[in-house]
Nanobody, 116 residues
Framework: QVQVVESGGGLVQTGGSLRLSCAAS????????MGWYRQAPGKQRELVAN???????NYADSVKGRFSISRDNAKKMVYLQMNNLKPDDTAVYYC??????????WGKGTLVTVSS
């Protein structure tokens, strides 16, 4: 079952900002880490940011200094603050667990479109 719901996407101009939210349910949020993934048109899904249960973060080189991931364990929420957006950031963004095995269950994601 899909146990996350992403929201907050939209259409912004280059240099703009968006804040994505991920509402988790079930046991998925009890795992060690959560991440934000994205899939751009014609490209594979990639991990852009992750956060451990204790708040340690890591980012893909393409978004370092611009994106910030956070979580609220009590509310079972994960957030992605995106600043200085670029056209290359255009993608469907998904939240999910961090896993070494292939993840088969994904939510609907939220679309971020950055115009130039």
């Amino acid at each position: 079952q899909v146990q996350v719901v992403e929201s907050g996407g939209g259409l912004v101009q280059t240099g703009g900002s968006l804040r994505l939210s991920c509402a988790a349910s079930g046991s998925i949020f009890s795992l060690n880490a959560m991440g934000w993934y994205r899939q751009a048109p014609g490209k594979q899904r990639e991990l852009v940011a992750n956060i451990t249960s204790g708040g340690r973060t890591n980012y893909a080189d393409s978004v370092k200094g611009r994106f910030s991931i956070s979580r609220d364990n009590a509310k079972k929420m994960v957030y992605l603050q995106m600043n200085n957006l670029k056209p290359d950031d255009t993608a469907v963004y998904y939240c999910n667990i961090i896993a070494t095995f292939p993840i088969k269950s994904w939510g609907k994601g939220t679309l971020v479109t950055v115009s130039s």
